[in-house]
């Protein structure tokens, strides 16, 4: 039975840390991440009142997809790649070679890149599943589809990156 | 021969059961192809997933909380009246210091020069010297 948070501080601890990794790599940089999360959390506030018990990934996810789509027909632009010292920098510990850290970095920008790539339904799908760790049904929920949709845009997805990536 | 390939996705993430999943298991030991998609879609997959957890850039979910974006009426009100409470504190003051001791142009002049004499519209005049700043 899944947990359902009761306040906006419980939604923002436990899932704000997510909801940032998704927004980063759907945008591909820290400064739009930054804002589409907050604009989630302001919508979370102004929802959550109104929050009806079911699925709450569902609604959460469903949440910040709309946020994304939103702010993407808003400015009309399309998400820019990372600069390649702003990946990932923050999360890894000082023991790493500096050739391990360098090839890591590389790779994770080729990765993120490679995803920026993929169109919008493609790419929130891959993330959704290999990022966020949503089962196929959780990610349907969240973007209105039924789960063989889900299936095929993960699946072509990959396809898509797997030839950016060789 | 068809090839299932949107299930080699599923089969990795798990999302696969029952007779699909037996479909896709025979059709695997028969097809080198789809097993060659399967371990691109692994590498895929896997690479994906070695993206690092970034953690929550600091002050970020504050500046969200909704009690702290409100702040800034907050501020900017009792800033109002942390400004309003000085202005009237000086007239106060203004108000209840004794007059300061009256200075005698006149006199000044005699001491510093004669300019009031050399120039009419300079006549003697008393000023009252209020200072606002009460220390």
């Keep these: ?166 | 021969m068809t090839h299932p390939t949107e299930q080699i996705s599923a089969y990795l993430d798990g999302e696969l059961h029952g007779h699909e999943l037996t479909q896709l298991m025979d059709h695997l030991s028969r097809c080198g192809n789809c097993t060659a998609e399967l371990e691109q879609m692994q590498f895929v997959r896997s690479a994906v997933r070695s993206l690092p957890v970034l953690e929550l850039p600091a002050g970020l979910v504050s500046e969200a909380d909704p009690v702290v974006v409100a702040l800034p009426r907050h501020k900017g009100m009792w800033a109002g009246v942390a400004a309003a409470v000085v202005i009237a504190a000086i007239a106060l003051a203004a108000i209840v210091t004794p007059p300061a001791d009256e200075v005698d142009l006149q006199r000044l002049n005699s001491l510093v020069g004669a300019r009031s004499t050399l120039d009419p519209a300079f006549g003697p005049a008393k000023v009252s010297v209020s200072p606002l700043v009460s220390e």
């Design chain 1, 1 to 166: 039975m899944e947990s359902i948070p009761l306040t906006w501080e419980e939604v923002a601890r436990v899932h704000g840390r997510k909801i940032y990794n998704f927004a980063y790599r759907l945008t591909g940089n820290p400064d739009d991440a930054h804002d589409l999360v907050q604009e989630v959390l302001l919508r979370v506030h102004r929802g959550l009142s109104n929050y009806q018990p079911g699925s709450f990934e569902g609604w959460l996810w469903r949440i910040t997809r709309n946020a994304f789509l939103d702010d993407v027909r808003r400015q009309k632009r399309r998400p820019t790649a990372p600069l390649p010292d702003e990946v990932d920098r923050w999360a890894h510990g000082a023991t790493e070679s500096a050739d391990a850290e360098y090839a890591r970095i590389s790779l994770g920008d080729d990765i993120q890149k490679a995803l920026l790539e993929l169109p919008i339904d493609f790419r929130e799908a891959v993330i959704l599943c290999d990022v966020v760790g949503l089962s196929y049904e959780e990610i349907a929920k969240a973007v209105a589809v039924p789960i063989g949709t889900v299936r095929s845009r993960i699946h072509r997805g990959r396809k898509i990156l797997k030839e950016l990536l060789t």
